[in-house]
């Protein structure tokens, strides 16, 4: 997982994948893109906060080696997080279809942006 020391807020950018039981039946993937996340004891260190800046925008191209590549992207405002989504792949026990996932993107707070690049693989 690539973090990213932007302005003095930590981005971190990972790889998204629909979770089983349900991947099982229906398989999506993506990038999932967090603002100073940080987990917490109270709840099991399964809920997550994040810290909000005024725009988060991030673009991906995932690679696949037996299927069409794929181009997702998304925008959101006034947020700490954001998860961009490739297509839905539908059927039993189906393959996952991307290999890696090309990305690249911005935040913006304080007036100024500043942008992030970088590869993953699933």
Request: a negative charge.
């Amino acid at each position: 997982m690539p973090v990213f020391s932007l302005g003095g807020k930590d981005v971190h950018v990972d790889a998204w994948h629909t979770w089983w039981p349900l991947s099982v039946v229906y398989k999506q993937q993506g990038v999932e893109v967090t603002v100073n996340p940080e987990r917490h004891w109270w709840c099991l260190w399964l809920c997550q906060t994040t810290d909000n800046v005024d725009v988060i925008d991030c673009a991906a191209d995932l690679i696949s080696t037996f299927a069409a590549n794929s181009g997702i992207a998304s925008k959101c405002g006034d947020c700490g997080d954001l998860v961009l989504r490739s297509a839905a792949t539908v059927g039993f026990s189906a393959p996952w279809l991307y290999d890696r996932a090309d990305f690249s993107g911005g935040i913006e707070f304080d007036g100024s942006r500043l942008e992030f690049k970088g590869s993953l693989h699933y």
